[in-house]
Structure formats: C-alpha cells, structure tokens
C-alpha cells in the first residue's frame, strides 16, 4: 500500500466577472492510500489562506478559520453500485478509468479524529476504509 500525503496551495481567484469568479480557498491536504484494487482519501481544509485573505476575512468575520473535513472518499477501476458513472478516464490513483464518491458528513468526524489523534490514527482508518471498500485487507 502507497501512503500519499498531498498540499494543495491557498488560492484567491475573486473576479469581478461571475463567470471568472473562482473566489477563494485555503491550503488542502489530501491523505491517500492506494493499493492494487482502488484508492481511498480523506481531503481536508487547513483553514490556512493566503495572507491578505486571512487578514480580510479576520477584519470581517465572515467565515470560521478552522480546518474542516470536506471529504471520505474513494478512486476504484469499477463501479461500485448499480448505475454509477465513470468520473475520470484516466485516473492516477487507479490506472485508467475511475469511479468515485464521498462523504463531507463523513469527513467532519474524521477531522474531530485527526485533530484529537493525529494523522497515524487517519492512515489506520483509512486501512479500515479499504478493508470495507474493497473487501481486501492492506498488504
């Protein structure tokens, strides 16, 4: 199994223009495990943005700056229920075409565990996760 751990920069693309409004978001981390029958992740905000949003957003109170779960989720080769529809054809976490899916209520929880345990305690739900997921226990 492959423990990927990925940053993803905070952002500020605010345009006046709706359809070049992209607004803003902080720094996400992606914490992946990848094995031979799929992938599975759990995606949270930092709650860290850029500098002169973080000083904007203080000044008027506007949204929490905390870290939030924004996702439980899964890349698998095949679908997994009746009906579902490929979402990438070429996915880097399954080799090819990949189906997945998630849970933001699910990922909330995980982040009360991540911030009380820390992430050694995420890399063991996400071998639990896999397990469900997949029906094969990490190697």
Not at 65 to 72: A, I, Q, S
Not at 76 to 91: A, F, L, N, R
Not at 101 to 124: N, P
Request: charged fraction near 20%.
């Amino acid at each position: 199994m492959d423990r990927i751990t990925l940053f993803s920069p905070a952002f500020d693309k605010r345009d006046t223009a709706p359809s070049k409004n992209y607004g803003i978001g902080a720094v996400t981390c992606t914490m992946i495990l990848k094995g031979g029958d799929g992938a599975v992740q759990f995606v949270f905000s930092t709650g860290i943005y850029l500098p002169h949003v973080m000083a904007e957003l203080k000044q008027n109170g506007s949204i929490c700056l905390k870290p939030m779960g924004y996702d439980v989720g899964y890349h698998s080769p095949k679908p997994m229920y009746d009906g579902q529809t490929p979402t990438h054809e070429d996915c880097e976490y399954t080799g090819g075409v990949c189906y997945c899916d998630g849970s933001g209520l699910r990922a909330e929880e995980w982040m009360e565990v991540f911030i009380a345990k820390g992430g050694e305690e995420i890399w063991t739900m996400l071998e639990q996760e896999y397990l469900e997921r997949f029906g094969v226990a990490c190697a």
